[in-house]
């Protein structure tokens, strides 16, 4: 409670009123004289609505909610609700003004919250590219964004409010929305991402994708209906291009196929399957060979050859092409030919290798590619007893002696090499 003795200028507070700005009756101001303490938002109000009392046959009733200032430490704002009623002398002239102050500051921050929360969602549905509304139980609209409204040829939302279906589009598609309204209404199950089309008056078509659902209030009542649309016309219209479209390209793809089915089948062929006899003519001593090839796709990029060098010597090439599909048969094709052109060096594993290096980099320059495969060369040679072999980049190979022990064949200072097609003058030993 509060009591304004306008002879005196002064106001007496209560208790209560002391306690919500912190201060003792001594330190509180006259707050109708001491406007610093309105937040700047409120105070023209504020001053206004208080000399309007205080005129000569002036209002006689104070009413207002403004923000003041309050002394808890931080000098935060708190609204409160002022109330006050005047007395007046016969003249018509106030003399005292007495009324209530309530600090209503939790009910204020819940209005804002929730004013925040409208603008938020009205800011959200009228920007979305989508045509969002609500209708009542009797399938009128309460509410629409401006996509729904500019979509049926309305200046704003609001031209909308009040309208149904009947309004806006031909009776036939108007009754089917009616009737897929009330079936949600009956049954509270929502109807969703259908495609319909929607017919005017004036004889305009469109495909829509929409959804619709029951709208429910707080305690569980279904009170209308809310739904989403938005334009797929183009999408249906080039709905038969797009199945041809995909037809044609199965097609081409089961040919695609088809052809590297043939490309994986001439590329197993090149594996071999007979090996060389080492060495040559009659007799025993000879080498025996045995492979297990396992790609690790159809057209791969790996392979490996096993010929006779002279009379008593055997290479064994392994290469593995960067990557896996076309590129790769591509150049394991290359590989293979470039192989063919220096077979007659192929005694020296270090100059085969550095050969085929030479044309498989300016194979690679021409065609302004970067790939580059490792391979690995071993040759065997019974006549002189001795295993001769280069890397280039490939993984060192596993040798199984006599005894049956397996390790890793040594590379020694040499290296495992560069790989080919990287760097043209690289040399292997």
């Keep these: ?6 002879t005196s200028d002064e106001v007496h507070y209560s208790g209560r009123i002391l306690r919500f700005f912190g201060r003792r009756r001594e330190e509180m101001p006259n707050l109708f004289r001491c406007v610093e303490l309105i937040h700047e938002a409120d105070r023209d109000l504020f001053v ?3 000399e309007a009392i205080l005129r000569v046959g002036g209002e006689d009733l104070l009413a207002i909610e403004p923000r003041i200032r309050v002394a ?6 708190n609204w409160f609700r002022i ?3 005047v007395v007046r002398d016969a003249g018509g002239q106030a003399i005292r003004v007495a009324g209530s102050m309530i600090n209503i500051t939790p009910r204020k921050l819940v209005e804002q919250e929730l004013l925040e929360e409208r603008h938020l969602m009205r800011l959200l549905i009228d920007n979305v590219p989508l045509n969002i509304y609500f209708k009542d139980r009797d399938s009128k609209f309460k509410l629409v964004n401006k996509s729904m409204a500019k979509w049926n040829g309305f200046g704003s939302p609001e031209d909308v ?16 929305a009616l009737s897929d309204e009330r079936k949600i209404l009956e049954s509270g199950e929502p109807i969703l991402g259908y495609v319909e089309k929607e017919t005017t008056p004036a004889g305009g078509e469109a495909w829509v994708l929409t959804t619709k659902m029951p709208l429910i209030d707080r305690v569980g009542a279904i009170i209308g209906t809310f739904g989403v649309s938005s334009d797929v016309s183009e999408l249906v219209r080039t709905q038969q291009s797009l199945a041809e479209a995909a037809a044609a390209l199965q097609r081409r793809n089961d040919e695609i196929e088809e052809e590297l089915a ?3 089948e001439v590329q197993q062929a090149l594996l071999p399957h007979d090996y060389p006899t080492v060495p040559a003519g009659p007799g025993s001593g000879q080498l025996k060979f045995g492979h297990r090839y396992i790609p690790i796709s159809g057209l791969a990029g790996d392979f490996f050859e096993v010929f006779p060098i002279g009379d008593h010597c055997a290479g064994l090439f392994i290469c593995d092409v960067m990557g896996h599909g076309v590129r790769s048969a591509l150049i394991v094709s290359m590989l293979r030919g470039l ?4 077979h007659q060096v192929a005694e020296d594993p270090g100059e085969f290798l550095g050969q085929l290096n030479s044309g498989l980099s300016a194979i690679l320059t021409e065609a302004e590619m970067t790939m580059f495969a490792t391979a690995f060369l071993a040759v065997i040679d019974l006549e002189n007893g001795e295993l001769r072999y280069a890397s280039a980049g490939h993984p060192a190979p596993i040798m199984r002696s006599i005894e049956g022990e397996a390790g890793v064949l040594p590379m020694g200072g040499r290296g ?3 790989a080919l097609g990287l760097f043209p003058d690289a040399t292997y030993e």
């Design 83 to 85: 109330r006050g009623v």
């Design 72 to 77: 808890n430490g931080e000098g935060e704002w």
């Design 262 to 264: 043939l490309a994986r």
């Design 161 to 176: 409010v009040g309208k149904s279906d009947h309004d806006l589009f031909r009776e036939d598609h108007a009754n089917e």
């Design 1 to 6: 409670i509060w009591d304004w003795n306008l």
């Design 48 to 50: 206004s609505r208080v």
């Design 339 to 342: 192989a063919e052109r220096i």
């Design 416 to 418: 495992k090499g560069t």
